[in-house]
């Protein structure tokens, strides 16, 4: 038995109570509340994977950290429609860090997600590919590791048939305020359920006013 628990540990397979890890380093999502939710922001490095419905604000979702982190590049990976550079720019993004890859095949936009995240120069790499395997994932979380980058994952929200080893899981769905967000994994955290990111501050014309009071007050009785 005990040779078996040495090989467990050996190979990293074997986590133990009393082993302590220091808080993950975290960059601010630029929401107060998914802040707070996420215990500081997005992981500094790593793969996040978002899985959404395509057009309910998923993009949106990470602008604000775009614009925070856009002293290198941005790369873009088979965005689902036209990206909106006027868009990117009106939010405060710098456009003339933004680069947009089109591959010819899932295989291609894999590749090139993992060598935009290894080499160094880019910031973040945004990537929407449905069919990914564990070890696409892991790869690409070492190549984020190694070029300080994140990686945001988009996922259609059907695709949600196991757990990837990436740093972060997120899964979107639409809300009249905003967005509603799960989190299904967190490295260095428990799951979170169900909570509504408003982004009427931001973007207050994408979002429904919220309904007024029906409550109709009784007149005081005068004092007679």
């Not at 880019?122 to 590919?129: E, M, N």
């Not at 949600?160 to 955290?189: C, D, W």
């Not at 429904?208 to 007149?219: A, E, G, I, K, W």
């Amino acid at each position: 038995m005990y040779e078996l628990i040495e090989h467990l540990k050996n190979k990293h397979w074997l986590w133990q109570g009393s082993q302590t890890q220091s808080e993950p380093d975290t960059h601010s999502t630029g929401f107060n509340e998914l802040d707070h939710k996420l215990c500081g922001g997005f992981p500094a490095h790593g793969v996040v994977d978002i899985h959404s419905e395509s057009g309910i604000g998923e993009l949106r979702l990470v602008y604000p950290y775009l614009k925070q982190h856009g002293e290198r590049l941005t790369v873009l990976i088979n965005p689902p429609g036209i990206v909106d550079a006027e868009s990117l720019r009106n939010d405060g993004i710098n456009i003339e860090n933004v680069l947009i890859v089109t591959p010819k095949s899932e295989k291609d936009g894999l590749w090139s997600a993992e060598q935009c995240a290894r080499s160094g120069a880019c910031s973040q790499v945004l990537l929407w590919q449905d069919k990914l395997e564990v070890h696409h994932a892991r790869r690409l979380q070492v190549a984020c590791e190694t070029g300080n980058c994140l990686n945001f994952l988009f996922r259609s929200a059907q695709d949600n048939l196991f757990s990837l080893p990436v740093t972060l899981t997120l899964s979107l769905s639409a809300h009249p305020q905003g967005l509603e967000i799960r989190v299904p994994k967190r490295r260095g955290g428990w799951p979170l359920g169900a909570f509504t990111l408003s982004m009427a501050e931001r973007w207050s014309r994408l979002v429904l006013p919220l309904p007024s009071s029906v409550v109709v007050p009784f007149p005081l009785r005068k004092q007679g």
